[in-house]
């Protein structure tokens, strides 16, 4: 209780209102509004219906302030898309997010809190190898999360444009729902859906299901499932392994 009473006010607003939903008094950091520090070690397989894609990367984020967290994401490909084995850094996504501290409620039995942010996404220039889009990217973004009892529900809506390279014009609309079991175990849904407005409004979804366990407050360890649906998806199957350290 020291730490909550350190706290002014209106952080153990937030705190409270949205509150953890693991055994531990945590947040899950597989929820890009938690408020938690984490870093995570992830390696995923695609499937390109004929190629294929290994994404190595960081994926972490950092809590600045108690209502501002700063994602960032790392990414690391080895793929033969061009017809030959290639690998090579893929992008740097920064990724600062804003909790107002005056917009933490209820709604009915649901708790919610709002977020509001962007993106900045850095290509590593290697397009030619068929690593990236070859385009720099800023990204807005809000977002909100409702937590009732041990499920959260995480609906945002991104838009992405270039501001050097190829074109981008796309909205992302996505919807992530965690649920969390005994034993610390969690189970995630991640489904997106961007609308490309450069390409006839093309619509292509992705789904990703997450299974996890934490072993400890700062140790777990989670396997993902990946799914592409639409004409232009962006992979047809994937999996991937992580590993993740909260402090």
């Keep these: 209780m020291k730490e909550y009473a350190a706290c002014p006010a209106y952080i153990v607003t937030l705190m409270l209102a949205i509150g953890a939903t693991s055994a531990y008094g945590e947040e899950n950091a597989s929820n890009p509004l938690a408020a938690v520090s984490n870093t995570d070690l ?12 290994r994404d190595y990367w960081v994926d972490g984020a950092y809590m600045v302030t108690p209502n501002l967290k700063l994602k960032y994401e790392l990414h ?9 084995s290639k690998s090579d850094w893929e992008s740097l996504h920064l990724k600062p997010i ?9 709604l009915g039995s649901w708790k919610y809190k709002v977020a509001i942010g962007g993106e900045i996404i850095l290509d ?24 009732r ?17 190829p ?4 909205t992302s609309f996505r919807l992530i729902a965690i649920q969390s079991f005994e034993n610390n175990v969690w ?5 997106k859906v961007p609308v490309d407005w450069e390409n006839d409004n093309e619509i292509a979804s992705s789904f990703e299901v997450q299974l996890g366990k934490m072993f400890s407050p700062g140790f777990g360890t989670y396997v993902d499932g990946l799914f592409g649906v639409g004409g232009d998806k962006p992979y047809d199957w994937g999996v991937g392994v992580g590993v993740r350290f909260n402090y």
């Design 187 to 191: 189970g995630k849904l991640d489904a």
């Design 149 to 165: 009892d041990s499920t959260v529900l995480v609906p945002i809506v991104q838009h992405f444009v270039e501001y050097d390279g």
């Design 76 to 84: 690391y490909w080895d793929t033969d898309v061009t017809g030959s």
């Design 124 to 147: 590593a220039g290697n397009d030619d190898k068929g690593i990236g889009s070859g385009s720099d990217q800023v990204a807005p973004l809000f977002g909100m999360a409702f937590v």
């Design 42 to 53: 992830r390696a995923q397989y695609f499937d390109l219906e004929g190629p294929e894609r």
């Design 167 to 170: 074109d981008v014009n796309t």
């Design 98 to 106: 804003y909790f107002p501290e005056s917009m933490v409620g209820k």
